[in-house]
């Protein structure tokens, strides 16, 4: 039976908006402990040197410093994913971002200044900025931490296939081959980083009141790098200022700073400021993609083969296994038979890259989106034809193993080519306005995992429920909320299944002591998972409350109805309020509490070594359609329109939702246009928003959004993953726009004003 | 950063403060937009801030029609110039650089005097001022004046003719004596449409007659050289022309005349090549529509 949805689908302000707006909520900066200390980081001057000697004693006499450490100093394990990183650097540093010594103040100031007067003498070295300098045979080893018996410099390598590709490219009538470039981007949260640790001499404890995005995952590393044991870490997340990927990974900082706080038995703080955030703070993969696509006299997809060269840095973050995440959208956007994916993350002496937003899709969709508009052009084809053409389909298996259950790929793309008024003859010469101003519109689409990813040994999420003596529910749920407004969502479920008001809902998702585990905020996951988790728990609940209501109402289970805050008989139309049956669970035989608990584990499955299987429940998908208009005097790129429509399973949160599409397309803006760390010799050029360019409100284009509604089986409501996908086929769409209405070549991003002209003057 | 703030409320308290702190490192600040940032950059030193917002007289707080023109004092905000009507139908070259600059909550606070006294190759409100050939007004700590031609005013990247004992008053900006129909406006070149430095600017103040002759012609240039540029020849050029009427090879020559003020660097936002190719471009547009 289903019943009208009273909650679900009604555009709700975020449960967090008003301390958000007022100014109450509790960033990380805004931490104050009884007698806290405030440290300071000193980071190399050099991107490559031998640290020769580190003299401290002058910053150790500044009055009001309290601690100095070096690496010498103390016991810790090194971080990131291949452990390569060490917390505090001795003998020698690899890239810009190197933390030297650190030290503990009384003030902020005081913590700084001495930091500048930590002398250190350096043996300045040469470094290898360009990962395919680091691939030859002769270069030296750049992270001396790296085993195993691949090239010395290369920090992960991947490879996957399905498919015979050389039947499909004898099949192919047509073969194009393009080298992209792809920048170094950064994510800018407004909140910089952050961090108070305080650690109790007397009962060895250590609680972090910190910004990560996955908890726990976090809490058991932190342990192995201290040498304590996990139980002993308590993680409390303060309100999180923007997370978009960038708190996946753990960064020295973090673990410095409970250091310090063991070392003083101080609590301390250490908060970056911006310059310090654009340099310390990971990036999206710089990489260089060569991808060789065909396609059949008809139009149809033959083959996609993809090899990629990504500029790790000098320390391997989770970002280095982004290819996980691309050769899904190298082999399975779009039906294809065959595929080839190599990726090889490399060591260079840049600053390294970590996880971002997207997830390597961003680029992986870039270059397999340009390529068919050469395909299509080439052919003779109309570009939306053969996007359509090829489009994935529900039940489809694809040569990954990945089973789409629900799909609306196709809808999406007629609904973009639809709504902005696309039609075939509108290409090039159809949408010039004047000799000056040109336009075009580009399509593009994008695959994602849409129902959790399965890469952890346990994907799942708990839920534990209370629902106290008043009515009111406190859920406490394992995930985490970062801004994407997770905690709404599931309040609003909340309210949907028990028919009480959204005021009497309360989330509790912060601390780690309490909360049950989940595996963290990445893969677009947190409705999915904690949704059905939710739901999972709600279930039970009304199973005690239903039993005591129909007890209390004289009548079957199946005759009840939750609404307005009661719990009602349908046949006899007598009602008990809800808080009601709650103080006769609890105040009459059997004396029981009115709370649960309830564990969710994604039915998806692990992928086998060849990286084959079903890693997400369902998958998300999307096209968008992108008006541009370029000023051939200036180079200069106006985005007039964005049609987006996205297979979203169901809409929750309609306000929620339009905040992470118009959120995401305007990060896939930047990313088109604006967006890139410059870096020479491993230097940062642009730490600042001065010179690093986001969009500002007055770039942004008109944004019209179409939710694709598939009601996916397994989603809570039938809804699937949203939160990273809006980013992905933005600035391919823009690229398309661009070259179709002007015709350039554009093989790298940001498409700045200087590379359009440049084009244009070249071609003429 | 550390420094000392001192207020003074009238042109006397200012004039006396200018004299007793001769001796020592003092500041002016209007909107602090640019002098923060610079101070920030800066390793502490014994500095004392004359803050002018506290002035309350006119001359330096108002916008006044005078008989020869407009007097702005050089503490009105960006955002008053974008919307004071006189400006906007005299002289829109500079009510249009105003709306340009940097952003809504910046413009709120950014003076034309520090704009000017900043001394930026990409000052938005400067460069307009230049097309305007405006004339500053500057008064010494004996509450001497004199006044200045803009044109005259930089004397480098980030350098001026202010002597230590000066600030600048007032601009006034010459009347259009008999205009018929004005060509003005400031046409700003950045990657993105707010808190953007210039790349490249070209402001343009033409006047012509009732046959559309030019009669007067102002053209300053932003970015392209260590001062804001006036590119006189250029301006000479048109004189006599008929604006709506100009053929291809003039406007090519003219935008030529534009280009021999432009000696542009390379930086992080652009190469000289962009700024040159740029300006070349805009400066034909100007007689397009
Ligand atoms: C985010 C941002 C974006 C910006 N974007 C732009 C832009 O788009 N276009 C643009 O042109 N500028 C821009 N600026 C620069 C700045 O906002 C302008 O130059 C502004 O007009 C400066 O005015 P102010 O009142 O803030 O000057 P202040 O910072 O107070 O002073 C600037 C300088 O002038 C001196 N000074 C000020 N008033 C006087 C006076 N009466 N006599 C003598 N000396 C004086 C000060 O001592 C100081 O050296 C931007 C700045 C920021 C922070």
Redo the contacts between chains.
């Keep these: 039976m289903k019943k009208d949805l009273k909650v679900i689908g009604k555009p709700t302000p975020k449960l967090d908006a008003r301390i958000r707006a007022s100014g109450q909520a509790v960033y990380g900066q805004d931490v104050v402990l009884p007698n806290m200390l405030h440290g300071a980081i000193l980071r190399t001057k050099y991107p490559v040197a031998d640290i020769v000697s580190i003299d401290v004693s002058k910053a150790m006499q500044l009055p009001g410093v309290v601690a100095v450490i070096t690496g010498d100093d103390i016991n810790a394990n090194n971080i990131n994913y291949k452990r390569d990183n060490p917390v505090l650097k001795r003998g020698r540093v690899n890239c810009i971002r190197d933390e030297i010594a650190a030290v503990a103040a009384v003030t902020r100031e005081i913590a700084q200044e001495a930091v500048k007067l930590i002398e250190v003498k350096y043996n300045v070295k040469e470094g290898i900025f360009d990962p395919f300098e680091a691939l030859k045979d002769d270069a030296p080893q750049i992270n001396e931490f790296v085993k195993g018996d691949q090239h010395i410099n290369i920090a992960h390598p991947f490879y996957y296939e399905h498919g015979d590709i050389e039947a499909q490219k004898r099949k192919s009538a047509v073969i194009i081959k393009t080298r992209f470039e792809l920048p170094r981007m950064t994510h800018c949260c407004l909140a910089p980083c952050a961090i108070t640790a305080d650690y109790s001499n007397v009962d060895k404890r250590l609680t972090l009141y910190c910004v990560t995005q996955i908890p726990f995952l976090f809490q058991r590393d932190m342990a192995r790098v201290l040498n304590m044991a996990p139980s002993d870490i308590r993680i409390i997340q303060t309100v999180i200022g923007g997370g978009f990927g960038s708190k996946l990974d753990m960064y020295p900082y973090e673990p410095i700073c409970a250091l310090l706080s063991m070392e003083t038995g101080r609590p301390v703080q250490i908060t970056f400021d911006r310059e310090e955030e654009f340099i310390a703070s990971p990036t999206r993969q710089k990489m260089t993609i060569d991808l060789t696509s065909g396609a059949d006299s008809k139009g149809k997809f033959t083959f996609r083969e993809a090899r990629i060269i990504m500029d790790n840095g000098a320390y391997t973050s989770w970002g280095a296994t982004t290819p996980f995440v691309m050769m899904q959208t190298f082999s399975s956007m779009y039906q294809l038979p065959a595929c080839i994916f190599d990726a090889k993350a490399v060591y260079t002496n840049n600053v390294y890259a970590g996880s971002f937003r997207g997830y390597g899709n961003p680029q992986a969709t870039f270059a397999v989106e340009r390529n068919i508009d050469l395909l299509a052009e080439k052919l003779g084809m109309d570009k939306f034809e053969i996007r359509l053409k090829n489009a994935n389909y529900k039940d489809e298996l694809t040569g990954q193993e990945m089973k789409f259950i629900s799909c609306g790929h196709k809808e999406a793309l007629e609904i973009v080519s639809d709504k902005s008024g696309y039609s075939p003859c509108h290409s090039r010469e159809g949408g010039n306005l004047s000799n000056?101003y040109k336009r075009g519109i580009g399509f593009a689409s994008m695959l994602h995992v849409g129902g959790g990813a399965k890469i952890y040994p346990s994907d799942g999420c708990g839920t534990n429920l209370k629902m106290d003596d008043f009515g009111k529910l406190t859920i406490i749920t394992g995930s985490s909320e970062i801004g994407q407004g997770s905690e709404t969502v599931l309040a609003m479920m909340a309210s949907e299944e028990l028919g009480i008001d959204l005021k009497n809902i309360k989330v509790i998702n912060t601390d780690t002591d309490i909360k049950p585990w989940d595996v963290g905020v990445h893969a677009s996951r947190t409705t999915f998972v904690a949704g059905n988790s939710l739901l999972g728990a709600l279930k039970l609940l009304k199973e005690k409350l239903s039993n005591k209501a129909a007890q209390l109402l004289k009548t079957e289970i199946d005759d009840l109805v939750y609404e307005d805050g009661l719990i009602e008989s349908t046949t006899s139309g007598e009602s008990f309020k809800i808080d009601k049956v709650v103080r006769e669970i609890h105040f009459k035989p059997p004396n029981e509490l009115c709370a649960v608990y309830y564990y969710y584990e994604p039915g998806s499955e692990f992928q086998d070594k060849y990286y084959k299987g079903n890693v997400s429940d369902t998958y998300a998908f999307a096209a968008q359609a992108i008006e541009v208009e370029v000023d051939t005097?200036?180079?200069?790129i106006k985005v007039l329109d964005i049609h987006v429509a996205q297979d979203v399973g169901k809409v929750i949160n309609p306000l929620g939702l339009a905040g992470q599409i118009e959120g995401g397309v305007v990060m896939g803006m930047g990313y088109a246009?604006?967006e890139e760390l410059?870096s020479e010799k491993g230097y940062i050029?642009?730490p600042n928003?001065?010179?690093y360019?986001i969009?500002?409100?007055?770039?942004i284009p008109n944004i019209h959004f179409y939710p694709v509604e598939t009601n996916d089986p397994y989603g809570p409501y039938g809804a699937k993953g949203v939160g990273e996908a809006p980013l992905i086929p933005t600035a391919p769409a823009i690229a398309n726009a661009i070259v179709d209405a002007i015709g350039i070549r554009i093989v790298d991003l940001p498409i700045?004003?200087?590379k359009v002209?440049?084009a244009l003057?070249n071609d003429a | 950063m550390k420094f000392n703030v001192v207020s003074p409320e009238n042109t006397k308290e200012l004039l006396e403060l200018i004299s007793v702190n001769q001796d020592r490192y003092f500041r002016f600040g209007a909107g602090y937009t640019d002098l923060l940032i610079e101070l920030k950059k800066q390793p502490d030193e014994d500095l004392t801030v004359i803050n002018l917002a506290q002035l309350t007289d006119d001359i330096f707080t108002a916008i006044s029609k005078i008989a020869d023109g407009f007097r702005i004092g050089s503490l009105v905000t960006a955002k008053r110039i974008s919307l004071s009507k006189d400006l906007q139908s005299n002289y829109s070259v500079l009510t249009e650089a105003a709306k340009k600059l940097a952003s809504g909550q910046v413009r709120q606070v950014a003076t034309i005097g520090g704009n000017i006294c900043t001394a930026s190759p990409a000052g938005d409100m400067a460069c307009a001022l230049v097309a305007l050939q405006a004339n500053c007004e500057i008064l010494n700590s004996n509450g001497t004046l004199r006044i200045i031609p803009i044109t005259d005013f930089f004397t480098g990247v980030r350098t001026t003719v202010l002597q230590k004992d000066e600030v600048l008053r007032s601009i006034v900006i010459p009347s259009n004596n008999r205009k018929n129909k004005i060509y003005s406006n400031f046409i700003k070149i950045g990657t993105r449409r707010a808190m953007e430095c210039s790349i490249v600017s070209l402001a343009y103040h033409i006047l012509t007659d009732e046959k559309s002759i030019i009669t007067h012609a102002g053209i300053a240039l932003g970015s392209v050289a260590p001062t804001i540029m006036l590119a006189k020849s250029a301006c000479d050029y048109l004189l006599g022309k008929s604006f709506s009427s100009l053929n291809p090879s003039e406007i090519k020559e003219f935008s030529q005349k534009i280009l021999e003020y432009a000696s542009p660097i390379s930086d992080i936002r652009a190469s000289a090549w962009y700024r040159t190719e740029v300006l070349g471009n805009v400066a034909k547009s100007i007689f397009e529509n």
Excluded: C, M
Aim: glycine share 4%.
């Design positions: 000056r005097y200036t180079g200069n246009l604006l410059y050029l642009n928003f001065h010179d360019k969009p500002t409100s007055v770039d700045t004003p200087e002209l440049k003057k």
